[in-house]
């Protein structure tokens, strides 16, 4: 069987999303992340190649290999292994299994590579692009399922909060700017009858 027949048969992959914390848990930053839900992670994807076996399970067939994304774009590196951010204490923190996926080698790599073009590390954004939209991003092309709510929410809930905040001062500029409207008005009304009543004087009564 030559290589290209070969990188095209269908194969069994495990998807497997690796969780890191970015801060010490027991500094305030970490403790207040545990008690609050809403913890600094970073996240990659790791995938391996498996063999079914007789009793049902899967085997992997030789070692995989984890993608995750930051300031620098999108990176391979040994599963597991926890990255070395700047001003971080990041340590492993567990595995979420994401399940099983059929892919060809060949239609693996297209996928790889077309999600690398579209995370560029000049697109980074701690809030609305960071690991944690790639990795959820990937798990779905690849076990079509998203990765867990709580892995992403601190980004998620600052951004709602901001938008809260925006449109609560939206709403406020436009009742501020309608009384402004409502008192000008007011003014040019009262400024208006002023006027009328200075120059048409006292009253004028004919004399017989």
Request: hydrophobic share 35%.
């Amino acid at each position: 069987m030559g290589a290209g027949a070969s990188s095209s048969k269908p194969r069994q992959f495990k998807c497997c999303l690796n969780v890191y914390n970015l801060m010490d848990q027991n500094s305030l930053g970490g403790l207040l992340g545990e008690m609050s839900g809403m913890r600094a992670l970073h996240t990659g994807v790791e995938i391996v190649e498996c063999k079914q076996q007789k009793d049902g399970s899967y085997k992997p067939v030789g070692k995989g290999y984890e993608y995750a994304f930051g300031s620098t774009g999108v990176w391979k590196q040994t599963p597991k292994q926890v990255p070395n951010f700047e001003n971080t204490q990041a340590t492993f923190r567990n595995t979420v299994d994401m399940g099983m996926f059929t892919l060809s080698r060949r239609e693996l790599k297209r996928i790889l590579g077309q999600i690398q073009k579209e995370y560029q590390g000049d697109s980074y954004d701690l809030l609305m692009k960071n690991c944690n939209h790639f990795s959820n991003d990937l798990c779905i092309r690849l076990v079509k399922k998203p990765i867990p709510e709580e892995i992403n929410r601190l980004a998620n809930s600052t951004v709602g909060a901001i938008g809260l905040l925006g449109s609560m001062m939206t709403t406020a500029m436009g009742v501020l700017e309608s009384e402004m409207q409502a008192s000008q008005q007011e003014s040019m009304f009262m400024y208006q009858q002023q006027q009328m009543g200075g120059n048409q004087g006292p009253d004028i009564v004919q004399l017989n």
